[in-house]
Each structure stands twice: as C-alpha cells, then as structure tokens.
C-alpha cells in the first residue's frame, strides 16, 4: 500500500518544496484545484495514473527505465480547507502524464510556475555564493508595480503609521532569495520617496525550513 499524501505544514514550505523538486529535475507541471470533498478521489486517480506517491526506490527503477517520475502537491486556499490548490510536477521521461495532461516547461519565461502573487524563477547565482543557476521565488511584475504604487502613496502621507504598516508587512513575505531581493529594493524607494524617519523590519530568510508537521 502506498504512503498517504504529505501536505507542507504551511503556504512558505509549500513554496520550498515545489522549489526543491523543480531543481531536482521536475521541470514540467500542470495545476489547478480541487474541492475538499473530491480530494481523496483526485489523489487516488493521480496514484493510478501517474504513480505520485511512488516510494524513492520506485522512483530511481522508473527513472533507470526511462520513464518520467510525478510529484503532486496539494495546499488549501482557506482556513477552511474547502478548496486545495494542487500541482504536478514530472521529470523528462516517458510516461501517460504528457499524453494525458497539458504540461508547461517551469524553464520558460512564457510558461514559468505561479502562485500568486509569486513566480518560481531561475537565474545566476550572486554574492558569496559564486558561479552556477539557482531557483527562486520572487514576486511577479505586476505584483511589484502594485506595491511600488501603495508605497510612494503612503511615503508622501503626512501621517506615517500606514507606511510602517506597509513595510511590516513586506517584511512578513517568504523569505526566498528573490523575494528578498525585491523587498531590499522597495526599502530603497521608500527611503528615497519619504521625509519619515521609518523603521525597517528584518526579513524573513528560508534556511533548513521543516516541510511537514510530522
């Protein structure tokens, strides 16, 4: 009997474990959602076709043949659990799942992997890292033209309690490279752009981060 389907103890290990898997290789996805009370009869159907919960071992004898391997992800979009967003993601290989489903390459600009307000990116490593590509989260362009927008508003306002409400909550964003990148940048522009003397939170950064609960 399979294992039961492990679910990220939260939106950020989600985000981590999608990372991991499409640097391992799962560079191809499909994704959706699914209703709470057609979840069980999805992962069971995604088992027969695709063999998502496949032990290590199956999957090394799968990718010895040739044959293409197949996470699947599942996280709730409420508190509720009424409705689980849900990702496939497949090494290079043959199999059923390129015949049966719609696959987009994570590689490619036009069909990169996105969970609001974020995108999965890879790019060249910086800083003390050195040379090589590496995977990322970072926040999509629009996503960043809407905050760009909200804190030169807010920078300008006599008051500036909002701004400082603004940047906590920046800094409460995942803590993945990009992102942080990105958020260090909005720092910047509200530095340039108010006359406040401002706080600026400590970001969040992604290191050894638990994935399940168990």
């Given at each position: ?13 989600t ?26 009869r ?33 996280y ?134 638990r994935?399940?609960?168990?």
């Amino acid at each position: 009997m399979p294992p039961m389907l492990k679910m990220p103890r939260n939106r950020t290990a989600t985000m981590q474990l999608t990372l991991t898997l499409v640097a391992r290789g799962y560079v191809y996805f499909t994704q959706g959602q699914v209703d709470s009370g057609k979840r069980e009869r999805f992962i069971a159907k995604m088992q027969e076709r695709y063999q998502v919960l496949a032990t290590p071992q199956k999957r090394a004898l799968l990718r010895k043949k040739g044959q293409a391997n197949v996470h699947l992800i599942l996280y709730p979009t409420d508190e509720k659990q009424t409705t689980f967003d849900w990702w496939l993601l497949a090494t290079s290989g043959e199999g059923e799942i390129f015949d049966q489903e719609t696959m987009r390459d994570a590689r490619n600009k036009s069909s990169r992997l996105t969970w609001e307000p974020y995108e999965l990116v890879e790019r060249q490593r910086t800083g003390q890292q050195g040379g090589g590509r590496a995977w990322t989260w970072r926040r999509t362009r629009d996503d960043m033209e809407a905050w760009r927008a909200l804190l030169i508003q807010e920078a300008r306002h006599p008051n500036p309690t909002s701004i400082q409400g603004a940047l906590t909550a920046l800094s409460h964003s995942p803590g993945f490279a990009g992102i942080r990148e990105q958020t260090r940048g909005l720092y910047r522009l509200v530095q340039e752009k108010t006359f406040h003397q401002l706080e600026y939170p400590q970001l969040f950064w992604v290191r050894f981060l638990r994935l399940y609960d168990e």
